[in-house]
């Protein structure tokens, strides 16, 4: 049987937990990081949010990893202390990058609707 993107998605998304922006903006006030996992042209041309980590989703295993030279402290610091708040422009990659996490021993969590879903919140964005 082959999968396509959707089924793996659909699969992340049972065992990860989503959030509402509210709620991540909340938390990442409070010790927890907004991992935003889009690739840098679409920060350039939709905005990000301030203080998010940006790291895109075809190298984050190498970033989550902390027996790697290309761990990135400021992700791999806070696993097991704070949540990871995972943030793309719908949903999809959020899903499986925080299921991934998960697996590497995060607590990950999904950011209901992704960028545009912080923007309708009207949750401040940065070009």
Not at 84 to 111: E, F, H, Q, W
């Amino acid at each position: 049987m082959t999968r396509t993107m959707k089924d793996l998605v659909a699969d992340a998304n049972t065992r990860v937990e989503t959030i509402s922006p509210d709620e991540a903006n909340t938390m990442a006030a409070g010790g927890g990081l907004i991992l935003d996992v889009r690739e840098p042209g679409e920060l350039e041309t939709v905005g990000s949010i301030a203080g998010a980590l940006n790291v895109p989703r075809g190298i984050l295993e190498t970033r989550a990893d902390s027996s790697l030279d290309t761990a990135e402290a400021e992700l791999v610091d806070r696993r097991g202390s704070a949540p990871i708040l995972v943030l793309c422009a719908a949903g999809g990659r959020a899903a499986l990058a925080a299921d991934t996490l998960r697996d590497m021993g995060y607590d990950a969590k999904v950011i209901q609707g992704g960028i545009a879903g912080w923007k309708s919140a009207g949750l401040p964005v940065e070009k």
